[in-house]
Nanobody, 127 residues
Framework: QVKLVESGGGSVQAGESLRLSCAPS????????MAWFRQAPGQEREFVAG????????VYADSVKGRYTISKDNAVNTMYLEMNGLKPEDTALYSC????????????????????WGQGTQVTVSS
């Protein structure tokens, strides 16, 4: 079983930055496809960003392209989401997700593809 431990959420002003972290216990980061999803109150969960097993392929939702950067640091077994230029519409509960894959480059944007989920960390952006 893989447990995903998230950290880094908080409350910021529009235009500021935050970095979220997600560390999988019980499994090497290099064996996992990792992603962030978010869910705002009253809305459906949506894909934010994902990174392949190798770390060489990244995928972003159009709403965060150019502002968010997802990355892996295998040396410390941690995945990061750097969020810059935050907007009030980025306010949501952000959840880390992971699944195993034979492919080193595949990244799924569908929630059902992910086996393991963190509890979520709240990001609140005020105007």
């Amino acid at each position: 079983q893989v447990k995903l431990v998230e950290s880094g959420g908080g409350s910021v002003q529009a235009g500021e930055s935050l970095r979220l972290s997600c560390a999988p216990s019980g499994r090497a980061l290099s064996s996992l496809v990792m992603a962030w999803f978010r869910q705002a109150p009253g809305q459906e969960r949506e894909f934010v960003a994902g990174v392949s097993r190798s770390g060489h392929n990244t995928v972003y939702a159009d709403s965060v392209k150019g502002r968010y950067t997802i990355s892996k640091d295998n040396a410390v077994n941690t995945m990061y989401l750097e969020m810059n230029g935050l907007k009030p519409e980025d306010t949501a509960l952000y959840s880390c997700a992971a699944h195993q894959s034979f492919s080193t480059l595949q990244v799924s944007t569908r929630g059902y593809a992910y086996t393991f989920w963190g509890q979520g960390t709240q990001v609140t952006v005020s105007s």
